[in-house]
């Protein structure tokens, strides 16, 4: 099984990664690190001791300059019952990923109206841009100002 998480809103990603892993045994791999690809194949290649079903979070997988070699292998697990990887990226996938966002693998969009909405509503009157620059430079605020946690 496959499922997508992609978006701008980091923090309802998150939310959700936690709220899909919990109580799974999980193997996390982030494609920033060097190390993540032989990891990752020895993941693929391996048969699970202690669980019937294999599960992996794969972070910035898209970043990885040579992310189109694993494109059969993720491609072969959307109707897989016994491996579920679940890909959280911030970014839409590439072209030749774009089977992740229709069925049978599962994927849900975080962010983007509610977030523009709630800064265009702030800067009524100002020039254009001025919500997707406070975007880019307070996300860690957005939390705080619009979601109504972490205070």
Known sequence: MIIFLYGPDSYRRRKKVKELTN???????????????????????SQSMFESVKFAVLKNFFEYEDAV??????????????????????????????????????????????????????SHGTRSGFAERKIARNSHCLRRQYLGCCQ
């Open 23 to 45: 109580g799974h045994l999980v193997s996390q791999f982030d494609f920033v690190e060097e190390s993540a690809t032989g990891e990752f194949e020895k993941f693929m290649s």
């Open 69 to 122: 070699r694993f494109k059969d292998v993720i491609k072969n697990q959307i109707d897989s019952k016994s491996t579920t990887l679940l890909l959280n990226e911030t970014n839409e996938p590439p072209g030749e990923y774009e089977f992740l966002k229709t069925k049978p693998a599962l994927s849900q969009f975080f962010g983007g109206r509610k977030v523009l909405r709630f800064y265009s509503k702030r």
